[in-house]
């Protein structure tokens, strides 16, 4: 079976979708396709996104091989932050954010941020 999601951020999600699909018997295999690249930065924009230390790439150093043994897959395959680029040249008038991905914040640090967003952008990006 394969299983497409939009991402994988702590990676307990994917984890429990394929243990859901074993116990059902429904599949012999898994195999997870993510329709992003791999989420490395947190979002200061309004997503709810932990600390780099958190995610799932970083906390497995990008080894998609034990990214894929911790979810419990067969295979993992993500989309690069190249073909993500790719894929909405031109679609996108103005562009896109693309920081938890790349670690590019479109914009600087802006005062009126929550202190606590505030201290959490500073201590990853500062």
Do not use: W
Request: hydrophobic share 35%.
């Amino acid at each position: 079976m394969v299983v497409v999601d939009d991402s994988i951020v702590r990676g307990t999600t994917c984890q429990k979708i394929v243990s859901l699909l074993r116990e059902m018997g429904k599949a012999k295999e898994v195999h997870f396709r993510i329709s992003s690249p791999p989420v490395t930065h947190p979002c200061f924009y309004g997503i709810d996104t932990p600390t780099k230390s958190e995610l799932i790439y970083n906390v497995k150093d990008g080894c998609l091989a034990e990214i894929c043994h911790f979810i419990t897959a067969d295979s993992l395959g993500y989309v690069s932050v190249e073909g993500l680029n790719q894929a909405v040249a031109g679609r996108c008038d103005g562009g896109f954010c693309n920081a938890c991905f790349s670690g590019e914040y479109p914009v600087d640090i802006v005062d009126n941020l929550e202190q606590k967003q505030l201290d959490l952008f500073l201590r990853e990006v500062g």
